[in-house]
């Protein structure tokens, strides 16, 4: 069993930055690849990144691909999200995810095993 809780939404204005965490407790942290999706209000839930167990490879969303920077320490079982250059459409609830070796299906929610609350995030002026 993983648990995930994740930290660090809030409301900014467009063109404004967060960085979301998202802390593990379990099983050991460093065996699992994990993702950060986002849902929308009256939307599915849809991928934002992943990285890999070691944290030697990142995918991204086209949408928020050279905004967002997704990056791990396992030594502190701690997974981030450094957005910049927010923009209203990303307004969403966050959610981290745990998953191992997903390898071609990291941007599949089903793919994942664990999963944490969500932490909202507005972006608005």
């Known amino acids: 069993q993983v648990q995930l809780v994740e930290s660090g939404g809030g409301l900014v204005q467009p063109g404004g930055s967060l960085r979301l965490s998202c802390a593990a407790s379990?099983?050991?942290?460093?065996?699992?690849?994990m993702g950060w999706f986002r849902q929308a209000p009256g939307k599915e839930r849809e991928f934002v990144a992943h990285i890999n167990w070691s944290g030697a490879s990142t995918y991204y969303a086209d949408s928020v691909k050279g905004r967002f920077t997704i990056s791990r320490d396992n030594a502190k079982s701690t997974v981030y999200l450094q957005m910049n250059r927010l923009k209203p459409e990303d307004t969403a609830v966050y959610y981290c995810a745990a998953g191992i070796s997903l390898y071609t299906v990291y941007y599949q929610p089903r793919a994942y095993d664990y999963w944490g609350q969500g932490t909202q995030v507005s972006v608005s002026s």
């Open positions: 379990g099983r050991t942290f460093s065996r699992y690849d």
